[in-house]
């Protein structure tokens, strides 16, 4: 079993920052793809940002690329979400997961079916 603590999110302006951390536990880390899903108020929940299992890809949804940075720190057994230049429509509540199968990257790690763990979500509001 895994378990995936969110922490960072909250109310900033349009334009601001905010850096979400995942803290995981349970499971070894290091070989496990992790992603950043979101889902607004009357909206389904869609695909934000991923990173395999190594670190050395990620993959981005177009609405947040060059904006949002994955990342992550074994050591820690963390993930990071540093979101820049937020905008109004980013509005909504952020969840960490943890992939299901060990050493994916690619294709793989864009549908939430991918996921096994979810984190209990924390909510990020921008103000326009």
């Known amino acids: 079993q895994v378990q995936l603590v969110e922490s960072g999110g909250g109310l900033v302006q349009a334009g601001g920052s905010l850096r979400l951390s995942c803290a995981a536990s349970?499971?070894?880390?290091?070989?496990?793809?992790m992603g950043w899903f979101r889902q607004a108020p009357g909206k389904e929940r869609e695909f934000v940002t991923a990173?395999?299992?190594?670190?050395?890809?990620?993959y981005n949804t177009d609405s947040v690329k060059g904006r949002f940075t994955i990342s992550r720190d074994n050591g820690k057994n963390t993930v990071y979400l540093q979101m820049n230049s937020l905008k109004p429509e980013d509005t909504a509540v952020y969840y960490c997961?943890?992939?299901?199968?060990?050493?994916?990257?690619?294709?793989?790690?864009?549908?939430?079916?991918?996921?096994?763990?979810w984190g209990q979500g924390t909510q990020v509001t921008v103000s326009s």
């Open positions: 990173i395999d299992w190594s670190g050395g890809s990620t």
């Open positions: 997961a943890a992939h299901r199968s060990p050493y994916n990257s690619g294709i793989y790690l864009y549908t939430a079916e991918s996921y096994a763990f």
């Open positions: 349970g499971r070894t880390f290091r070989t496990y793809a």
